[in-house]
């Protein structure tokens, strides 16, 4: 058996909380058509993940085949390692109904309070390690929010509150109306960004290092583009691409992705391990989040988290490759 791979702890942000710099997400768990839709199959990837060092599981209560499915199996698969691992997971997604009332205002006090309940029984603990608002919610105050969440976290249900999918200006309310009311700030942001996904350099990432939060991306190997598993000419048939979503590999920038190939290569260096690097070269990242299905992809993941540096000029080379397009909002 090959010696397990040592993947570095990150901070997030300004915060106490420490991380695994390569993430899991698990949004694969209980999800019908995948290897871990099953409970064995949630635990391989479980036990892959732990022993590479792996330890940063990432999830939400809208995950699965059916709502909560992916906290399920987890909690069951890590009964009696519950310790070994920092748990995050989400509530409040405007696009999936979990039978909570009211069901408009999924941030609302009321709301947090029954979600948080389901999170902690479906995932076998007595506390959760990164609790984080999923979409933003236009029917509920964010003081109201973050004044439920303090609570939380008071009480010890909660550890750290964080917030996916806001924009600039959200990320900068929150940070202001928590200073003001002297309540539990959010530490981290989770967002969209890969090399082929960049908006988020536009005012995310710079709220993000204004107000001293840790940053999480997800896709962040673009449902496997940036793997180097596709080529233009051909796309694994058990991919989600190719079940799911066929455009994404089809309109793909491919002169771009065949010039990353040609720069990893000249290396001696995978895409994977490129496009890892890349990312946790940049500020405020705390922890890669990526998929998978397999142990394999797992191990591969845990890898490629110290097997390049980018230099950088190299940086700069990438950076050249795939540039942020033009803000289309942005006057002339």
Not at 64 to 75: A, C, N, V
Not at 136 to 149: A, G, K, N, R
Not at 184 to 189: E, G, L, M, T
């Amino acid at each position: 058996m090959s010696e397990a791979v040592e993947v570095p702890l990150r901070r997030v942000g300004e915060s106490g909380l420490t991380v695994s710099a390569i993430g899991l997400g698990c949004n694969n768990f209980g999800r019908t058509g995948t290897r871990s839709e099953s409970l064995d199959g949630t635990r391989a990837v479980l036990d892959a993940a732990i022993d590479s060092g792996v330890t940063f599981l990432d999830t939400a209560d809208m995950y699965g085949k059916d709502p909560g499915l992916s906290e399920t199996l987890m909690g069951e698969a890590l009964v009696g390692r519950r310790d070994r691992v920092t748990i995050a997971t989400k509530f409040g997604h405007f696009g999936r109904d979990m039978g909570y009332p009211p069901s408009g205002a999924k941030a609302s006090r009321g709301y947090v309070r029954r979600a948080v309940e389901g999170s902690l029984t479906r995932l076998r603990t007595e506390w959760i390690d990164l609790y984080q608002l999923h979409t933003p919610d236009p029917h509920t105050p964010i003081d109201e929010t973050l004044s439920v969440l303090g609570d939380l976290v008071r009480e010890g249900k909660v550890r750290y509150v964080g917030h996916s999918n806001l924009s600039g200006w959200q990320i900068a309310e929150a940070h202001y109306v928590a200073a003001a009311r002297h309540e539990v700030p959010f530490i981290s942001a989770q967002n969209h960004y890969s090399l082929l996904a960049r908006a988020a350099e536009r005012e995310v990432l710079p709220a993000v290092s204004r107000f001293g939060l840790g940053f999480f991306p997800f896709f962040p190997l673009h449902n496997g583009l940036l793997t180097g598993k596709f080529t233009r000419e051909h796309a694994p048939e058990d991919s989600r691409i190719s079940r799911q979503r066929p455009h994404v590999w089809q309109d793909a920038p491919w002169d771009a992705l065949d010039a990353y190939r040609a720069f990893c290569d000249s290396r001696g260096i995978t895409m994977l391990q490129a496009t890892y690097g890349w990312l946790l070269a940049q500020p405020s990242i705390s922890s890669v989040i990526a998929g998978a299905t397999s142990a394999d992809q797992v191990r591969a993941n845990a890898a490629a988290a110290t097997a390049w540096t980018p230099t950088s000029e190299e940086l700069s080379e990438i950076d050249a490759l795939f540039p942020l397009p033009e803000d289309p909002g942005a006057k002339v």
